[in-house]
């Protein structure tokens, strides 16, 4: 039997976010975590006999920016929108030699540089931590980015505008808010890791600059767009496949108090809800996020230790929102039958939809090695399954 779809993309977004029945699951594909990698992208165009020019969305990730044509092709109920960078800001991609192998660099506002070796453009890792060795004075004179520099918001409200005036889709912002990470991105894992335990004075004063900046950046963009938007993306990994990164105890007095900051400023100042992005076992993390004021948890890791989706629906149906959860992106997408694909989804599906409460992605980014067959079968299984009994 044929579905009928009687909703709108932004009805039935709404719908789902507020725990209440959608015609049918909403389906997302396009975010800084919920994209898909140029190689697969490419393979993917020439599978549906597309002739696209391929556009990078995110240059650190290697995303590829998803046509209308493939995003109508797979029912995508979401269309995003992105600020900009802050005037003067230099984001031109250099090509460098390094040791006899040319590299392509990319310096960010914060002085992070990200490299890319030419051999293998798969997605670039962090190549200099500006913070590395950097001492609680050193902060004072770093010369931080501003997060409210009108440069970055310029024409967004008019693309804001034309999504929602014009288009039927659920309107979401790219990924910002990243409060925790950049701070071992400016610093390096290992010592910031390190940091946690022996030098909170130091963290404190470095994730206040990361909050500070962010604060700023959803001061300008909700000035923009806060009445247009329906979904604000913010994240940082807490956890790994096993649980969380760093003793909890330290989020609690450390992390968490900018998190929540952060996130109630949001809140004050939109009605659109707020989607946090940590992969792994983060389960302890859910009731923080919630009281920090979060309404969406994504990726919704369910090959990490504890992430049962049946249990997460049970525990949390009715009260936290689940994105993503859709297919094993480590075992079966990449590597499984599309009918094995096509199975893990439809049993993630009819676990995560009911009582609404879930929008569909595959497991944050669709990776470079996974077949269109795969992808396809995703998606069709999303749609098919994700339709609700009148």
């Not at 802050?86 to 006899?100: A, H």
Request: aromatic content about 10%.
């Amino acid at each position: 039997m044929k579905h009928k779809e009687t909703m709108t993309s932004r009805e039935r977004m709404l719908k789902a976010l507020n725990f209440k029945t959608p015609d049918r699951v909403p389906i997302d594909l396009g975010g800084n975590q919920t994209g898909i990698h140029k190689n697969a992208y490419l393979n993917l165009v020439k599978h549906l006999g597309l002739n696209e020019q391929i556009k990078i969305m995110d240059a650190v990730q290697q995303l590829a920016q998803p046509s209308e044509d493939v995003l109508k092709r797979f029912r995508v109920d979401t269309r995003y929108i992105r600020a900009g960078a802050g005037e003067g800001y230099d984001g031109t991609i250099k090509r460098n030699t390094r040791n006899g192998k040319l590299w392509h660099d990319l310096k960010d506002e914060f002085g992070v540089v990200w490299s890319m070796p030419d051999s293998n453009p798969l997605y670039m890792d962090i190549s200099h931590h500006p913070l590395s060795g950097a001492t609680l004075a050193d902060l004072k004179d770093y010369p931080w980015p501003k997060g409210n520099d009108p440069a970055r918001f310029a024409g967004l409200r008019e693309r804001a505008l034309e999504l929602k005036e014009e288009t039927p889709y659920a309107v979401v912002s790219g990924i910002a808010g990243v409060v925790y990470e950049y701070c071992w991105y400016l610093r390096g894992l290992e010592d910031w890791l390190c940091d946690l335990m022996t030098e909170p004075e130091f963290c404190e004063a470095l994730i206040d600059q990361t909050c500070k900046f962010w604060m700023g950046y959803f001061e300008g963009f909700l000035n923009e767009v806060g009445d247009l938007v329906d979904v604000i993306m913010i994240g940082d990994d807490l956890a790994g496949q096993s649980g969380p990164l760093f003793n909890p105890e330290t989020y609690r007095s450390i992390v968490k108090p900018r998190h929540k900051k952060l996130a109630q400023y949001i809140r004050s100042r939109t009605q659109a809800k707020i989607w946090y992005h940590t992969c792994g076992n983060c389960r302890v993390y859910i009731p923080e996020l919630k009281d920090n004021g979060v309404d969406i948890l994504n990726p919704v890791q369910t090959s990490a230790h504890n992430m049962d989706p049946a249990e997460l629906k049970a525990e949390w149906g009715g009260k936290m929102v689940f994105w993503g959860g859709g297919c094993d992106s480590q075992h079966v997408l990449p590597t499984g039958t599309p009918e094995a694909v096509y199975e893990d989804t439809r049993r993630n599906v009819e676990i995560l939809k009911q009582g609404g409460g879930y929008v569909f992605n595959n497991i944050h980014n669709i990776q470079g090695e996974v077949p269109p067959e795969n992808i396809t079968a995703m998606y069709d299984a999303a749609y098919e399954h994700g339709f609700y009994k009148s």
